[in-house]
């Protein structure tokens, strides 16, 4: 199952509640390729594995935390305290050139926090609305609990933690990540262990639609159908 890239120790494994789903897609695609080495008269094509095996290595990668927004938003401040407070290692990306117009389609994360310091604009807003299997947090920066912008410690300590939040922050959490210990910092990491929690239930249900998607395809069809029904089927044990 996909493990956690930590500079220190995970507190537990991403494990799921049965065992690993995917190991008998595993052991048949080795099936597929063993089988192709003693004889070209195979009914699994072996130029299928490819496409599978690819599926299959998103299903065990590291799992993918992205913190997004555009300039200025605290994306890289938030990033730095969550990797100071558990050792993640969460990839920034810039909102404005994933939403932009004729982008290409990103691969999606298993968590994705969004960090919005204005009102959100109509690219973020549409981006939010968007179909997703992961967990999706958006955040404010910058309002309620303060200035928690990519600029450091640029402002007094003075500021008033109760100030009411504009209207377009409001029902976001507020989050101050420029101390990582802060108050509101909790609330991600909350956020990201429920993520974790749930991330097994996450990355079977993205391989069987990859594994549908690849089996009405002429090349991988057999091995794709093969893999889905070991992957869907009931447990042996």
Same mark, same amino acid.
């Given at each position: 199952m996909p493990t956690v890239t930590r500079d220190t120790e995970p507190r537990g494994p991403v494990r799921p509640e049965r065992p690993d789903p995917a190991a008998r897609v595993r052991r048949l695609v080795g099936s597929a390729w063993e089988r192709s080495?003693?004889?070209?008269?195979?009914?699994?094509?072996?130029?299928?594995?490819?496409?599978?095996?690819?599926?299959?290595?998103?299903?065990d990668a590291p799992v993918d935390i992205r913190i997004r927004g555009g300039?200025?938003? !605290?994306?890289?401040?938030?990033?730095a305290a969550l990797r100071a407070r558990r050792?993640?290692?969460?990839?920034?990306?810039?909102?404005?050139?994933?939403?932009?117009?004729?982008?290409?389609?990103?691969?999606?994360?298993?968590?994705?926090?969004l960090c919005l310091r204005t009102a959100p604009c109509r690219h973020e807003e549409a981006w939010t609305r968007r179909p997703r299997r992961h967990? +999706?947090?958006?955040?404010?920066?910058?309002? !309620?609990d303060g200035d928690g912008g990519d600029r450091g410690h640029d402002r007094d300590d003075?500021?008033?933690?109760?100030?009411?939040?504009?209207?377009?922050?409001?029902?976001?959490?507020?989050v101050d990540a420029r101390e990582p210990e802060h108050r509101s910092v909790d609330r991600v990491v909350s956020f990201v262990d429920r993520a974790l929690e749930t991330l097994a239930t996450v990355r079977v249900a993205r391989l069987e639609a990859e594994l549908e998607r690849l089996a009405v395809h002429d090349e991988v069809g057999d +091995?794709?159908?093969?893999?889905?029904?070991a992957l869907t089927g009931p447990d042996p044990s």
């Amino acid at each position: 199952m996909p493990t956690v890239t930590r500079d220190t120790e995970p507190r537990g494994p991403v494990r799921p509640e049965r065992p690993d789903p995917a190991a008998r897609v595993r052991r048949l695609v080795g099936s597929a390729w063993e089988r192709s080495a003693r004889s070209t008269d195979t009914a699994i094509d072996p130029d299928g594995c490819g496409p599978v095996e690819a599926a299959l290595a998103r299903f065990d990668a590291p799992v993918d935390i992205r913190i997004r927004g555009g300039l200025g938003s !605290g994306r890289r401040t938030l990033a730095a305290a969550l990797r100071a407070r558990r050792g993640w290692r969460a990839q920034i990306d810039d909102l404005d050139v994933l939403a932009a117009p004729g982008a290409p389609a990103a691969a999606a994360p298993d968590v994705e926090i969004l960090c919005l310091r204005t009102a959100p604009c109509r690219h973020e807003e549409a981006w939010t609305r968007r179909p997703r299997r992961h967990a +999706l947090l958006v955040v404010a920066t910058g309002v !309620g609990d303060g200035d928690g912008g990519d600029r450091g410690h640029d402002r007094d300590d003075d500021r008033d933690d109760d100030e009411a939040p504009p209207r377009w922050a409001r029902g976001l959490p507020a989050v101050d990540a420029r101390e990582p210990e802060h108050r509101s910092v909790d609330r991600v990491v909350s956020f990201v262990d429920r993520a974790l929690e749930t991330l097994a239930t996450v990355r079977v249900a993205r391989l069987e639609a990859e594994l549908e998607r690849l089996a009405v395809h002429d090349e991988v069809g057999d +091995l794709a159908e093969a893999a889905l029904c070991a992957l869907t089927g009931p447990d042996p044990s």
